[in-house]
Nanobody
Framework: QVQLVESGGGLVQAGGSLRLSCAASGRTFSNYAMGWFRQAPGKEREFVGCISMSGVRTYYAGSVRGRFTISRDNGKNAGYLQMNTLKPEDTAVYYC????????????????WGQGTQVTVSS
């Protein structure tokens, strides 16, 4: 089994940038597809984006497309979420997750989750 730890969250001004990291341990990271999700108080967990095992294929939610970029470095057993042009509505706890097979926008397709990291965007 793989374990995941997110880091890089914090407080940022609207229009600024943050890079979140997802460090994996326990299993070979390249064996897993990875997704990013976020959850704000009182709201459902929301899909942000996902990336294939090789890192070649990516897919993003319409709300973040063009502003966020998902990448991975399998040699470092790590995934990343680069967030640019941040907006107050991006404020949420951000989670990374992995699946051993095909995974898309449904959180139920992912079997292992990190603990989450808080991102707060001020206006």
């Amino acid at each position: 089994q793989v374990q995941l730890v997110e880091s890089g969250g914090g407080l940022v001004q609207a229009g600024g940038s943050l890079r979140l990291s997802c460090a994996a341990s326990g299993r070979t990271f390249s064996n897993y597809a990875m997704g990013w999700f976020r959850q704000a108080p009182g709201k459902e967990r929301e899909f942000v984006g996902c990336i294939s095992m090789s890192g070649v294929r990516t897919y993003y939610a319409g709300s973040v497309r063009g502003r966020f970029t998902i990448s991975r470095d399998n040699g470092k057993n790590a995934g990343y979420l680069q967030m640019n042009t941040l907006k107050p509505e991006d404020t949420a706890v951000y989670y990374c997750a992995v699946s051993s097979g095909y995974a898309y926008t449904n959180p139920n397709d992912y079997h292992t989750w990190g603990q989450g990291t808080q991102v707060t965007v001020s206006s």
